[in-house]
């Protein structure tokens, strides 16, 4: 379904960004996977893993916070791939702090990467996509369906992420006339193994979740990832601008 396409992922060396990165290769992609510099290790596991079942794929270090990463990084992926057809703009951080006691450096280290990162990942990655030849792609941000309800202790981390539901907005209103395609997923809470220890020491918070979740349980790193892929494709092609819910159903109630 994606032979031939070149997919950038940021933060692609654990969770949600390594199983985008893999399933996006499954599909014939060739895969940029992106991390910070000291997670180079990290991204190296998710390139043996695509490598290992066939794939293809490249390893560039990238901190979104850092603007002339970002130029470099969509530089040298197009410089070494030809193209970029699709980005997966995942890299995100989480500080959870009741609002009364969040902190200036708790915000902008939240905002800073979930917000300006993925803002000017997707304009360099834009630009690319705009000025290649035929030009267009595919950009897909990871939001959450805490962009979309609130939640305890998340001040910065719902803010941030309602940005991004609403950046995905005007950048399809803006980007529409490149044939440039832009959507957000929105996950509900996921099993990882980063995940899994907070909800093991908290069991009345998986509790409260999976209340919430009419399906009641947690998404797979998996289910995110074919959603992913969903917008990535063809099957796709008429959908622009949406924020795509992965949620079990969370948010219909
Ligand atoms: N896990 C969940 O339950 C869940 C639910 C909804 C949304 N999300 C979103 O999915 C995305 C991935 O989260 P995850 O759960 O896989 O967590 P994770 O910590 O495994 O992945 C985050 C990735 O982002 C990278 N990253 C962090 N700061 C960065 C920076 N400054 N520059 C570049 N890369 C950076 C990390 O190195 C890591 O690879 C995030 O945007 C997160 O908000 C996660």
Known sequence: MLAGKVAIVTGAGSGLG????V??????????ITELPDRRDKAAETLAMIEAAGGAGSIVDLDVRDLSQITACVGATAGQHGRVDILVNNAGVNIRRNAFDVTEQDWDGVIDVNLKGVFFM?????????????????????ASI?????????????????????????????????????????????????????FEAQPEFLDDILHRTLLGRLATPEEIAAAVVFLAGPGAAMIHGHALPVDGGWTAM
């Open 18 to 21: 390594q199983a985008c990165a």
């Open 23 to 32: 399933a996006l290769s499954r599909e014939g992609a060739t895969v940029a």
């Open 122 to 142: 997707a304009q360099a990655v834009g630009r690319q996509m705009r000025d290649q030849n035929p030009s267009g792609g595919s950009i897909i941000n990871m």
């Open 146 to 198: 805490m962009g979309l309800v609130g939640y305890y202790q998340r001040a910065a981390y719902c803010s941030s992420k309602a940005g991004v539901v609403n950046m995905t907005r005007v950048l399809a209103v803006e980007w529409a006339e490149h044939n440039i395609r832009v959507n957000a997923v929105c996950p509900t809470f996921v099993d990882t193994p980063l995940t899994r220890p907070m």
